[in-house]
């Protein structure tokens, strides 16, 4: 299967692995794809009050919430879960199928999928740790087996300079209504509350804050 990768305005054309039940096409209405590259897939999903999905799978997932949420989840075997996650918290969850039922007010959440059967990636000459130190603060929320999740408090002017790089990707989700700015790939694009932004590992970025914000970053390494 083939999927269209949209980064900067750029459509780009990747391979991905297929999955019968996969979520993006058994229930396209809650869930859509907004970045992907070789490892990762990142999935909005977008629930009304009461909203019903269909029974579909996810590879192990970070799950990003942007609200409150209240949800079922009903098992291939019939049994159910509930779940009740806030607002910048994040769930890891393993791979598996579930159909889930929202049961509270309007749901927002980002799904970062680890892509099962991805190449161990080999180092990246030059990268630079974490961001960390004078103008950022980094606090854990959560760890999984492929990365983890950090709340990131940059001050304004908190800077990474260009052609920076990572020896991992990062999936970054402004919690603020003021965003840093991100250079990559030739373009600059301010960084809004509500969305989701992928910066592959080993790409050349630069990151700028013009004022003081938070994000919630999963690092998958």
């Known amino acids: 299967m083939k999927q269209a990768l949209l980064v900067f305005g750029v459509a780009l054309v990747i391979a991905s692995p297929a999955r019968a039940q ?15 590259n070789e490892r990762v897939r990142v999935l909005k999903a977008t629930y009304s009050a009461g909203d019903k999905s269909v ?19 009903t098992l291939p075997d019939g049994s159910t879960t ?15 199928k ?26 990246v000459k030059g ?9 950022v603060t980094r606090t854990p929320i959560v760890t999984g087996p492929h990365g983890e999740a950090v709340l ?3 001050e304004a002017g908190f800077s990474e300079p260009a052609g920076s790089t990572h020896d991992y990707d990062a999936v970054v ?13 030739g373009k600059t694009v301010t960084m809004k509350k509500g969305e989701a932004y992928l910066i592959s ?17 999963v690092y998958i390494k």
């Open 201 to 217: 590992r080993g790409a050349p970025h630069a990151v700028k804050a013009t004022a003081a914000g938070e994000s919630v970053v």
């Open 22 to 36: 996969d979520p993006v096409k058994v229930d396209s209405k809650h869930y859509k794809t907004v970045a992907e």
């Open 127 to 135: 990268a630079v740790p974490s961001p960390s130190g004078t103008g």
């Open 55 to 73: 029974m579909h799978e996810h590879p192990d997932t970070f799950a990003v919430f942007l609200t409150d949420a209240k949800a079922r989840f």
């Open 98 to 123: 579930h159909n889930p039922e929202n049961l509270g007010g309007a749901l927002e959440v980002f799904v970062v999928e680890v892509k099962p059967g991805a190449k161990a990636p080999a180092p």
């Open 82 to 96: 509930e779940a009740t996650p806030k607002a910048r918290e994040v769930l890891v969850a393993p791979a598996g």
């Open 152 to 154: 990131l408090k940059t």
């Open 173 to 185: 989700v402004p919690m603020t209504a003021v965003g840093a700015e991100l250079t990559m790939g």
